[in-house]
């Protein structure tokens, strides 16, 4: 079962609170300049998380000589990805519909070394008194059946425009590089399969979640043994 967590407030009504922001952003205007707008907040949205995480990893190597991101990525999900999401849970294809039941128009992905990094760099984010954090899934403690660890979070950051802040949602996934290297070949068989890979396929990309599972596990505890022995050989 999903490792979920409520934050402050009922995940529900935190969307809620959030759509009405952007809702009222876009003026509930239903076409090219809406989507823009919709476009312009997301997009603003990762920059700010972009430029948060920047300072933190700079200020990680200031006092730790360590630089726990080794890398970010980040999109805006298409018009078509959003839509055809939407059509697949049932919803008419509306702005409204797209900011409300729509979480990760907005995405960044930040990859660690070592699963530790996964939740000190959650704790740094939420931590920051302008980020909300709506709800949590940890898939590294409850994997998905297929074998799938990552963190995911989904937060709100307020965007200030002319006329005032909005609210705006992203979804951030956090994981080591070796369970990103997994999920990418996860994410192209089940693509060049349209979901329904073969029995065989599946069982060996399982037994390759476990090997990285264990890789991660190795390599954190040498990194950690490698930070003692640096730190005996300074005193």
């Not at 009222?24 to 430029?51: C, R």
């Not at 704790?123 to 990552?150: C, F, H, T, W």
């Not at 399982?206 to 505890?221: G, I, K, P, T």
């Amino acid at each position: 079962m999903d490792d979920i967590y409520e934050i402050e407030e009922t995940e529900e009504a935190a969307k809620e609170s959030s759509v009405v922001s952007i809702v009222d952003a876009i003026g509930l205007n239903e076409g090219v300049d809406s989507w823009q707008t919709v476009t312009l907040l997301y997009n603003s949205a990762l920059k700010e998380i972009g430029t948060k995480l920047e300072i933190l990893n700079d200020e990680f190597q200031h006092v730790h000589r360590y630089n726990p991101i080794e890398h970010i990525k980040s999109r805006i999900k298409t018009a078509e990805s959003i839509v055809k999401k939407l059509k697949k849970r049932g919803y008419e294809s509306t702005i409204e519909n797209m900011v409300k039941f729509v979480n990760d128009i907005a995405g960044i992905r930040i990859i660690c070394s070592f699963t530790s990094d996964i939740y000190r760099i959650a704790e740094m984010l939420a931590g920051q008194n302008d980020i909300r954090v709506l709800s949590i899934k940890d898939y590294i403690k409850n994997p998905k059946e297929s074998g799938y660890k990552s963190y995911h979070m989904i937060v709100t950051v307020p965007i200030y425009l002319s006329d005032g802040a909005v609210d705006t949602k992203v979804e951030i996934q956090i994981r080591t590089v070796a369970m990103d290297f997994w999920a990418s070949l996860e994410h192209k068989i089940n693509y060049k399969f349209e979901g329904e890979a073969p029995e065989h396929i599946k069982r060996e990309l399982y037994e390759c979640a476990e090997m990285v599972s264990d890789l991660d596990a190795r390599m954190m505890s040498l990194n950690e043994e490698i930070k003692e022995y640096a730190e005996g050989a300074s005193d």
